[in-house]
């Protein structure tokens, strides 16, 4: 059975949607497949040992980087040079960071592993009349490659990326340069969706959009919750649950 967790919810909220803006990175595309499978190109480019550990270790060390590009502690164009040095350094392993980061963004453009659900939602919520917007942090013509690569770019009137927005979620000034393509669109009419509690649900939320929580882990939705208050209108543990919502 299918349990879809509902805070706050307003009444008449989704009567009001027009338009749904959907996060890309482990939404749509499962991220942590594309990364995995690059590290260990990367690795055996470099001549250095893979084990599928070590990529616990860029996990934590791409979440920190990002979470400081969203606290604007650091830029995209850091993220191109102390990604991979933090990686390796935590690994106590040489090589070039810059080349390996270089490599890595290549092969991430060649690999789009589709979330489950994720065309049949796009599918659904195109049919129903959404106007459909991807939202992501990251850089614009990968994001785009990868989407295309899914065959999911069809489903999208817009694709709005920090990249060429710049800004970064949940900064207002990214959902500010969204909405200035969208004429006649009010915050309250849109829904954000996406994993990031953070980046998609805070950034949502602040700027006064309907928000809809993407969370497969049960673990580490009560791991979440407990270090935070601030929710979504909803909370979903898969894609096709919002056949439910919308």
Same mark, same amino acid.
């Not at 996060?23 to 470099?46: P, S, Y």
């Not at 497969?216 to 979903?236: G, H, N, R």
């Given at each position: 059975?299918?349990?879809?967790?509902?805070?706050?919810?307003?009444?008449?909220?989704?009567?009001?949607?027009?338009?749904?803006?959907?996060?890309?990175?482990?939404?749509?595309?499962?991220?942590?497949?594309?990364? @995995?499978?690059?590290?260990?190109?990367?690795?055996?480019?470099?001549?250095?040992?893979?084990?599928?550990?070590?990529?616990?270790?860029?996990?934590?060390?791409?979440?920190?980087?990002?979470?400081?590009?969203?606290?604007?502690?650091? #830029?995209?164009?850091?993220?191109?040079?102390?990604?991979?040095?933090?990686?390796?350094?935590?690994? @106590?392993?040489?090589?070039?960071?810059?080349?390996?980061?270089?490599?890595?963004?290549?092969?991430?453009?060649? *690999? @789009?592993?589709?979330?489950?659900?994720?065309?049949?939602?796009?599918?659904?919520?195109?049919?129903?009349?959404?106007?459909?917007? @991807?939202?992501?942090?990251?850089?614009?013509?990968?994001?785009?490659?990868?989407? =295309?690569?899914?065959?999911?770019?069809?489903?999208? #009137?817009?694709?709005?990326?920090?990249?060429?927005?710049?800004?970064?979620?949940? *900064?207002?000034?990214?959902?500010?340069?969204?909405?200035?393509?969208?004429?006649?669109?009010?915050?309250?009419?849109?829904?954000?969706?996406?994993?990031?509690?953070?980046?998609?649900?805070?950034?949502?939320? !602040?700027?006064?959009?309907?928000?809809?929580?993407?969370?497969? *882990?049960?673990?580490?939705?009560?791991?979440?919750?407990? =270090? !935070?208050?601030?929710?979504?209108?909803?909370?979903?543990?898969?894609?096709?649950?919002?056949?439910?919502?919308?």
């Amino acid at each position: 059975m299918v349990i879809i967790k509902k805070i706050k919810r307003k009444p008449d909220m989704n009567d009001k949607i027009k338009v749904l803006f959907l996060d890309i990175d482990n939404t749509l595309l499962d991220f942590d497949a594309a990364a @995995a499978w690059a590290m260990e190109q990367c690795f055996q480019k470099a001549g250095l040992s893979y084990i599928p550990e070590m990529y616990t270790v860029f996990t934590e060390e791409n979440n920190k980087i990002w979470h400081r590009i969203e606290r604007k502690e650091l #830029t995209m164009d850091d993220l191109f040079y102390v990604r991979w040095q933090a990686i390796l350094k935590r690994l @106590a392993l040489t090589a070039n960071g810059v080349e390996m980061e270089k490599e890595f963004r290549m092969l991430l453009n060649l *690999s @789009a592993v589709p979330i489950d659900g994720a065309e049949e939602i796009l599918a659904y919520l195109n049919k129903k009349g959404y106007c459909l917007c @991807a939202a992501s942090n990251g850089p614009y013509n990968q994001q785009i490659r990868r989407l =295309k690569k899914a065959d999911m770019l069809k489903y999208f #009137t817009h694709c709005f990326v920090s990249e060429k927005i710049g800004a970064d979620k949940p *900064s207002r000034q990214f959902f500010d340069g969204c909405l200035n393509e969208l004429p006649g669109i009010r915050p309250e009419e849109c829904m954000m969706i996406g994993d990031s509690l953070t980046a998609d649900i805070t950034g949502g939320r !602040s700027y006064g959009m309907s928000t809809c929580w993407y969370l497969p *882990s049960m673990d580490k939705y009560k791991e979440e919750t407990a =270090k !935070s208050e601030k929710l979504a209108d909803y909370v979903i543990h898969e894609l096709l649950e919002l056949k439910n919502i919308l």
